[in-house]
């Protein structure tokens, strides 16, 4: 049970290209979802998605695609990159809350750090 | 999802108690609260979530106040490694649109 795997760890990317980072997760997680994190500051979320061939946008989703094929992966792509884009992304997922205790708790990948130059 | 609001920052010394307070006025009845911490630059991490009840685990203790506007969530003997920025956040039992604040950058010293 690998729990949410993140690859790439590290990226280096040019002005202008595109790539993608891929998340995914062994856990049956219905939840998953994409934050990046700037510098000292919070997470902010950029998609999000409650199941698969469901996905929604989230507080910053310009610049970024997704899509959900599988429930077990959720990747995130970068058409154009641009500097904007530097940032630790991180990955998350969620399954359906227990009955017992009617909560449902994320667990979250180790990141992903993007530098675009 | 309710909106939470948290310190920018605490300071305690190792071996003390550590509350980091949280305030959610407008949860509603349906959401928990719930409690990450970031150490460094590592994934989140889980730590506790409560409805109305006090809860307790290995890790901290949660405390909700009686109309729920407010709670607390205690770390009962600090140590350096419990430095890490600690975020609260309310949502129901179904996760759907989870947004994080800035969070409280608890600092632990000797």
């Known amino acids: 049970n690998a729990g949410v795997t993140q690859t790439p760890k590290f990226q280096v990317l040019k002005t202008g290209q595109s790539m993608t980072l891929q998340c995914a997760q062994d856990m049956n997680h219905e939840y998953m979802s994409w934050y990046r994190q700037d510098p000292g500051m919070g997470l902010r979320l950029i998609h999000y998605?409650?199941?698969?061939?469901?996905?929604d946008q989230g507080e910053v989703p310009n610049g970024y695609n997704v899509s959900r094929s599988t429930t077990e992966d959720f990747p995130l792509r970068l058409l154009s990159a641009a500097p904007s884009q530097t940032s630790v992304y991180f990955c998350a997922s969620a399954g359906r809350a227990g009955s017992q205790s009617g909560a449902n708790v994320l667990t979250f990948g180790a990141g992903s750090r993007l530098t675009v130059l | 999802d309710a909106k939470t609001t948290q310190p920018p920052s605490m300071d305690c010394a190792e071996g003390r108690a550590a509350n980091l307070p949280c305030n959610h006025s407008t949860i509603s009845g349906n959401e928990y609260v719930y409690w990450y911490r970031q150490i460094h630059s590592q994934g989140p991490q889980y730590i506790i979530h409560?409805?109305?009840n006090n809860e307790t685990n290995e890790m901290a203790s949660l405390i909700i106040t009686e109309d729920r506007k407010s709670s607390t969530l205690i770390l009962p003997h600090a140590t350096l490694r419990d430095t890490a920025v600690y975020y609260c956040?309310?949502?129901?039992?179904?996760?759907?649109?989870?947004?994080f604040g800035t969070g409280t950058r608890l600092q632990v010293t000797l």
């Open positions: 409560g409805l109305k």
């Open positions: 956040i309310a949502y129901t039992g179904t996760a759907s649109k989870l947004t």
């Open positions: 998605s409650v199941g698969a061939g469901i996905t």
